[in-house]
């Protein structure tokens, strides 16, 4: 099965096209369609079953919009970009590291210098320098100029940003994970493949935040899950989370412990084992937050795409919104609580002193660690404070610092290209969906012989009751059974169930295995209860 | 309860809070923690079942930024905007129709006046000429300069262009609806109130498409509903649905239909019937697109708040798309099929004549309604085909009309408001969320009582079994059993489950019910049953 097959089928089957056809199109959007939202929701269920429910993730919903103070901290503005040149001549627009085979993996010097010994695809004519092109797409928040917005490259910000409300409703424990669905943006300068490189995408990410002295270590019933690993020196093994963590090739027990959970999902929804690898990034290849990285990877017709990325970003994010928001990002390290001396403002004498502008003061070394000898700026003047405006105190205090966070992202987007190539089966006869229950858009297909002497009233009330069940029921009255049988073996429903005029004598309907075409006569009770999930 | 205090609850209790308040925050935009997110699936849950699943809606999730030809067609460019004004002294912004008593319900020209005899709330002097905000996000797709695009105001939008699309996948028949869930952006001058007027939220929105000559009829289970009306006289009624239909207070059949669903439904989630009422729109307060539009309104301490707009929307956005566009939006209307002369191209004669630019005539003239006389542009010169250029051709044809929608459009975000707060309830000793089992976040709190002789094993494997029977449960470890109901009754957890020494007996537990505090002795057995919905 090739891409433009899938693409083809995708289309006619409301699985997903291409957004803004009718206005031309707009590369890098898709709408997914009635088809493709039942497969993301059977997805996403099972990943909230993986993550949320099993694993205890708290789940976040942030916006999706936010401050140029955000990405300013995070590093997104300064360092979220790729390299673009323009052809002197024709003025075509290219990302750089398209344009060179192995050019995603090089440094920027490096590809600005293969750059140059090129000319134009298109025209032949020599390029402009490379230049920086910023990934986020930027807006305007409020009337008139408004403030400059960013709409968010990655879901993983809203939760780094919401860390210190988050910590609370774990009533202050570490370690924690925040789980999140929903939406990000790229602005990618030639995105393609449909719904492998898009401008919108859905993630489905989980940061789990620890303290580097108390990381999670590998649990038991993860170590003997099997997988292949692709390490940074491009060796490949084969063996289980726990032997590849004993034997160093994973340096963190948590990121084991996430590829491992990685590879449990991605094989439960339906990817088979053989088709997928996790890879570690080379040095050059990694984000700018990320320290240790391992990408998901599933073998397609179009080579290897990534679906799913194990990122080890240490405390980059905490300490990059500690440093540039004004909360309190960090954690006190339990057990190193102590008598501490510190400074505190001297509220009269500031008072007697500064009068009107003591409130301005108190408000800026508010939350500060006070040291004499400070500055503060009152209304333009630098004002210093020396011992004379502090009183010494003992405090009992621990040790301040920012967790640590390993953190799992998937792309559902991909995920469902790569289930709906890797599934697809054919056999000559027919050609159909081969997903688990678990990820194919309905349970079951009812269908009744024919639309008269009641049969399709029979076939209604089973499809009343199979949805009452709990059953995602599909009804389809149109054509002959085998023409029913053949247009759901495409999208991939799980059963089948015929109604006919023995139905109505003895209550017994035909249900047939899609995959195995199997046909059996079961009464309408214990074949719902067959169904269902 | 008041607006304060759901927000102080709301946030200590990870339900919402403001977004980016470590960067001074960004109004309008709000973050879902993780009791907030477990009730927004509930409240969407049911909301699936009642639209998608029982009302069989084919749903759609499309691209949130879309091109300027699409909100050109739409209207959105031209008529989505608000009433500024700027205070010509201290250059403050206004939302014209909130400085004027009544301002919302004005047209613009009144409006306008009433602004010229006011001055500023803030400084007191007078204020600029009242101009035009645009209240959609704009940004730019792709690299350099790029192309213009929004962040779609409604989702209803991504429907209307995949009409043609869902046509098709409904085999061409009418009528049929589709659904859609997903964020909208609106750029408010002044957003305010917490969840109520946002910049960004979720939208629950279901388009029914139909022939104007077969609008579907009320049917007989949703004539019985009683609904609170109050007409666009302000004439207000309360009766069922199927009376105010046939005494004409509601004019559509497909309308009354909606309204009935949306009351149902409302209900279902747990808003009380006697603080619900649908408030009909005057013309002034209409929409661009529409004909009659009814306000689903919930009575709170802050006044009437829309939770949801039922709006017929005619032709107006199948038709727009239609012109704006390149594709057939229309249908062909049953039993009107008749003989028919058309032009078609003489292909033969035009590749003669025109040689290599036959195929630029052949595309422009694609699709159109041919007529002898017609200009085609070939490379900027202007080529008039005439009657020697096409012959007549007898065809059966069909009337094209475009089909009208009906349009139930719900709040996610201010319906989980209006539910937190008419479901408070304090009878002096504690505070509780009363919601339905169905939208309360979770089923189950699982409490030891303490953390030893293995009552927290037992307690853990409860949870594990009830989270496999499908309970969404909580588990608590920490303080007193007091605490811990004080706790889980506060965000609405609906049963208790306490694990004491006689569990590990005879495996019973005490549950107990929120709302009633009833405490019994059941097996575990029979208290996961009880608690499953």
């Known amino acids: 099965m090739d891409f433009q097959k899938i693409i083809a089928v995708a289309t006619r089957r409301g699985i997903f096209q291409p957004a803004f056809d009718a206005y031309g199109g707009l590369a890098g959007f898709i709408d997914y369609g009635p088809v493709g939202v ?22 976040l919903d942030g916006a999706l919009i936010g401050p140029e103070a955000l990405f300013q901290a995070s590093g997104h503005l300064g360092e979220f970009d790729d390299a673009l040149v323009d052809c002197n001549d024709c003025n075509k627009q290219f990302r750089a590291d398209h344009l060179i085979e192995g050019g995603e993996e090089m440094s920027r010097k490096d590809l600005g210098m293969a750059i140059s010994k090129i000319t134009c695809p ?33 879901t993983a910000q809203s939760i780094f940003l919401a860390f210190p409300w988050l910590l609370r409703q774990n009533r202050g424990k570490l370690p924690f994970a925040a789980a999140q669905v929903g939406r990000s943006f790229r602005n990618e300068i030639s995105p393609r ?10 993630q489905m990410e989980v940061e789990h935040f620890f303290l580097p002295s108390n990381e999670p270590t590998l649990p038991d019933d993860l170590r003997n899950i099997t997988i292949t690993l692709l390490d940074a020196s491009e060796k490949e093994t084969t063996s289980t989370i726990g032997e590849a963590f004993d034997g160093g090739i994973i340096s963190s027990s948590l990121v084991a412990c996430h590829l491992a959970r990685a590879q449990r999902f991605l094989t439960t929804i339906g990817v088979s084992n053989e088709k997928l690898r996790f890879r570690q990034h080379g040095s050059n290849e990694m984000a700018h937050y990320s320290s240790d990285c391992w990408d998901g990877e599933i073998n397609t017709s179009l080579g290897w795409v990534e679906v799913v990325g194990v990122a080890h970003r240490g405390d980059y994010d905490l300490s990059a919104h500690g440093k540039g928001s004004s909360r309190e990002f960090r954690v006190a390290v339990p057990g190193t609580e102590k008598e501490t001396e510190i400074w505190v403002p001297d509220i ?37 404070l020396n011992s004379d405006y502090m009183v010494q105190k003992t405090e009992r205090r621990s040790e301040m610092v920012y967790a640590n966070v390993v953190e799992p992202s998937f792309g559902l987007d991909r995920i469902l290209y790569c ?16 997903l688990p229950q678990e990820t194919s858009p309905y349970d079951l297909l009812v269908a009744p012989l024919m639309t008269k002497d009641g049969l399709d009233d029979k076939a209604h009330e089973i499809m009343k009751s199979a949805i009452d069940n709990g059953v995602d029921a599909y009804y389809d009255e149109a054509g002959s059974i085998g023409r029913r049988y053949a247009r759901a073996d495409e999208i991939g429903i799980f059963f089948s169930m015929t109604v006919d005029h023995q139905t109505l004598e003895d209550g017994t309907v035909t249900l047939r295995e899609r995959d195995s075409k199997d046909q059996s006569r079961l009464s309408i009770k214990d074949a719902l209860s067959k169904v269902r999930r």
Chains 1, 2 share one sequence.
């Open 122 to 154: 298109s025209c032949g004519s020599s390029f402009s320098e490379m230049t920086s092109f910023n990934l986020m797409f930027s807006t305007n928040v409020g009337a008139g100029k408004g403030l400059p917005g960013y709409l968010r490259p990655e």
């Open 419 to 434: 289930l709906l190539e890797s599934s697809w089966k054919g056999d000559g006869e027919r050609e159909w969906i081969s």
């Open 193 to 202: 493949q449909g719904p492998l490189r898009m401008r919108e995408f859905t």
């Open 348 to 384: 009269g004498k500031i008072g007697r002193e500064f009068k009107g502008d003591a409130k301005i003061i108190l408000e800026a070394i508010k939350d500060t660690e006070l040291k004499p000898g400070v500055t503060v700026d009152v209304n333009g003047t630098k004002v210093e």
């Open 38 to 59: 039942k497969m993301r929701r059977r997805i996403l269920e099972t990943w909230r079953k993986h993550y949320v429910i099993d694993a205890g993730c708290l789940e």
